[in-house]
């Protein structure tokens, strides 16, 4: 049996999922969707922005953990769109924004860390390196992607793509070699 703050999490993305606005849904009308009394809702979440947050906590985008390079990113991150367009059009729309940003900043940095981490010359730099050049990354993708779903009216894979038409996984390389030259030439 699932969990009451999980039934609830689903009646949340279900209902923005059909257009209503998270503005538009009440306690009362997740706590009759869910058949519990709004005392339950109230043990569990402080408020609706609270059970948004679960969500977004349990939220995952299918096949992200396979991707390989930033091109195959931005693919898999325009399909979770498009197949939760509502929802996220919805979320976008509200005070709860910032949500879907975080979503995403996490989302990208454990991808780019991951690819940083399959470049051969990764293994000269440090930890914290690879994690500073996977944090520049993901907070610039996450926010060009986040600004690209809140003010595109018609939005395609290419209309995202082309606003990363400077940055490729060749950026990321030259960034890794960057850090190695600057410590070489810092030892001279």
Do not use: W
């Not at 009440?26 to 519990?36: A, N, P, Q």
């Not at 809702?41 to 059970?51: A, E, M, Q, R, S």
């Not at 809140?150 to 890794?176: W, Y």
Request: charged share 25%; aromatic share 12%; proline share 1%.
């Amino acid at each position: 049996m699932i969990k009451t703050e999980y039934r609830l999490a689903n009646a949340l993305k279900e209902l923005m999922s059909q257009d209503k606005s998270l503005d538009d849904i009440s306690v009362t009308l997740l706590t009759k969707k869910c058949k519990i009394n709004r005392q339950t809702f109230y043990y569990h979440f402080h408020d609706i922005y609270d059970l948004l947050t679960l969500v977004f906590l349990n939220e995952e985008i299918p096949h992200i953990k396979e991707v390989k390079d930033l091109n195959q990113l931005l693919e898999i991150i325009f399909s979770y769109y498009k197949e939760n367009s509502r929802f996220l059009d919805g979320v976008i729309q509200s005070a709860c924004k910032d949500l879907l940003s975080e979503f995403l900043f996490n989302n990208c940095y454990q991808t780019i860390f991951r690819i940083v981490n399959l470049h051969n010359d990764s293994k000269q730099i440090t930890l914290s390196e690879r994690k500073t050049i996977a944090r520049l990354y993901a907070a610039g993708f996450s926010y060009t992607i986040a600004f690209y779903f809140q003010n595109s009216k018609r939005k395609t894979l290419e209309g995202l793509k082309n606003n990363f038409l400077l940055i490729n996984d060749n950026s990321l390389q030259n960034s890794i070699k960057n850090i190695i030259n600057a410590r070489k030439n810092n030892g001279k």
